[in-house]
């Protein structure tokens, strides 16, 4: 059974920093490009950031840009999110997801297989 397992969230101040991490089951790791994504109340689910399989490629939504960075650690089967200069509009429960499509479009939701249950991300001002 696929699991992934997200970490790191919490309660921080707005300027502050938290580093997400997404462990994850799958038999071969580096088979799957990886995804953030989030969902504040009320609100749909928005892509955050991705990475490919190797590690070589990284996608950011605009919202996000220079201030979120995504890695990869193939050897334990993580996934990292490290977030800078948190504002409050990124208040949100922040999913990591799987997908092994080819080809892929890295920002859509439908292109993942597998996701993991969420971790709670709030900033306050």
């Known amino acids: 059974q696929v699991q992934l397992v997200e970490s790191g969230g919490g309660l921080v101040q707005a300027g502050g920093s938290l580093r997400l991490s997404c462990a994850a089951s799958l038999r071969t790791f580096s088979n799957y490009a990886m995804g953030w994504f989030r969902q504040a109340p009320g609100k749909e689910r928005e892509f955050v950031s991705a990475i490919s399989r190797g590690g070589s490629s990284t996608y950011y939504a605009d919202s996000v840009k220079d201030r979120f960075i995504i890695s990869r650690d193939n050897a334990k089967n993580t996934v990292y999110l490290q977030m800078n200069s948190l504002k409050p509009e990124d208040t949100a429960v922040y999913y990591c997801?799987?997908?092994?499509?080819?080809?892929?479009?890295?920002?859509?939701?439908?292109?993942?297989?597998?996701w993991g249950q969420g971790t709670q991300v709030t900033v306050s001002s």
């Open positions: 997801a799987a997908g092994s499509k080819a080809p892929m479009l890295m920002t859509s939701s439908s292109s993942y297989d597998y």
